[in-house]
């Protein structure tokens, strides 16, 4: 029987359309779950005010954002009775350290201890910074954010809630973003409409397995029966270990109803990419089925494809006005309404054209397992793990 190629032709066409036709569906129940997810969020849990366990914050540092001063004094402002803060360096000449020397200087009634130690334990010099940090905790609750983190003068009092149950292993924070430059401001408004959407449909499905570098709280014991800062220190997602391997444990992992503010530096656009590649392969390597599953929610991109391959059919045009109807619902909900994220209220009709950087990102993000992180050229390994290949390569060229 003879088949024509129109016929074939017509037929691949109509295959790939309802292929894409079936990814934007996904993607607007999708984004119809993560306005539900968003909109019950609790945002006003309950503080008890008798509840105030001494608690150790751990601050590593490398180098000093344009306002790192700003961030870390937010943590010595803490209307809180009884806390510490640990701040960590590896490098005796590191900028940070004036910085912490001024903050040591304009707070003396806090208690604030500053250690520089170039000690290694792994691939991660974050975490060895941290392992640094520890050794100097007064208190048996230890509460982790980057510096690049700024808080209110409530954050120790909520963010210590969950902790009351003694089930509660890790908890952790959404962030909004302050951005400086276009780069970073079409950055911000991808995490906050786009990936604490996935967060928030995640919490709301299942409990979250996983934490951020925005704030980790942990007890001292459960982070040693996981064992340690060691037992991350070879990790790019050291944060989302700290949440699995507790996890793991049989601890639960909260996400508080306390929002912290990340403070985005403006960087060059080939910077921003590099961190983005970075992190979507970094999320390949550790969820590999869930970085798959990406693809059911970027109904932005297959809708538009949908829109070409039909050639502009009724059928697509309507899927297209549906899809991206629902996925700037979601935007607003999540991102102004819930995380009140003025990089997202500012630049609201950015989100289709973040939508398909981040689409690109995405494909990026299926290949390769080298990366760049702080002039660093590194490899990603099994579950994450980082390989440091610069070293390697110069004990080659020396052998």
């Known amino acids: 029987m003879y088949i024509s190629p129109d016929s074939i032709t017509l037929f691949s066409q109509t295959v790939v359309a309802c292929l894409l036709f079936i990814l934007c569906i996904s993607a607007i129940v999708f984004y119809c779950y993560g306005i539900y997810a968003a909109i019950s969020f609790d945002h006003s849990s309950p503080v008890n005010p008798n509840f105030h366990p001494p608690v150790t914050i751990l601050k590593p540092i490398c180098g000093a954002e344009s306002e790192a001063y700003k961030n870390l004094t937010s943590f010595c402002q803490q209307s ?3 806390y510490q803060i640990v701040f960590s360096v590896r490098n005796p000449r590191d900028s940070g350290i004036a910085v912490v020397n001024k903050i040591i200087q304009d707070f003396p009634e806090v208690d604030i201890q500053l250690v520089v130690c170039d000690r290694i334990i792994g691939t991660n010099y974050k975490v060895s910074n941290l392992a640094n940090a520890v050794n100097k905790a007064k208190h048996e609750i230890l509460v ?6 700024r808080v209110r003068r409530d954050y120790l009092q909520r963010v210590v809630q969950p902790l009351q149950c003694s089930k509660v292993g890790v908890v952790t924070c959404l962030y909004r973003s302050l951005a400086q430059g276009w780069v970073t401001t079409l950055e911000a408004i991808g995490v906050a409409s786009d990936f604490h959407a996935g967060v928030l449909v995640s919490n709301r499905i299942d409990e979250n397995k996983f934490a951020f570098g925005s704030t980790i709280a942990i007890r ?11 037992a991350i220190a070879d990790y790019l997602a050291d944060d989302f270990q700290l949440g699995y391997l507790s996890a793991q444990a049989g601890y639960k992992v909260v996400l508080s109803d306390c929002i912290v503010e990340h403070v ?13 590649i970075r992190w979507a392969r970094c999320i390949r390597v550790s969820r590999p089925w869930g970085y798959l599953g990406l693809l059911f929610t970027y109904g932005t991109v297959t809708s538009l494809l949908l829109l070409i391959v039909t050639n502009g059919s009724v059928l697509g045009w309507v899927t297209l006005t549906l899809t991206w109807m629902m996925r700037l619902i979601m935007g607003w ?3 102004v309404k819930c995380l009140q994220d003025v990089c997202v209220k500012t630049y609201f009709l950015f989100i289709p054209l973040r939508d398909l950087i981040a689409f690109v990102i995405w494909c990026c993000g299926l290949f390769g397992n080298l990366i760049e992180w702080r002039g660093r050229q590194l490899r990603l390994g099994k579950n994450g ?12 060229l020396s052998s």
Do not use: M
């Not at 001292?220 to 060691?230: A, D, R, S």
């Not at 985005?264 to 983005?276: E, N, P, T």
């Open 144 to 149: 982790i954010a980057d510096s690049d983190i």
């Open 385 to 396: 793990k980082l390989i440091e290949i610069t070293n390697n390569f110069a004990k080659v």
């Open 80 to 82: 809180y009775p009884d």
């Open 333 to 335: 909900v999540v991102g």
């Open 220 to 230: 001292k014991h459960i982070l040693n029966t996981i064992g340690g800062f060691p």
């Open 264 to 276: 985005l530096d403006s960087c060059s656009l080939k910077s921003a990419i590099q961190r983005q």
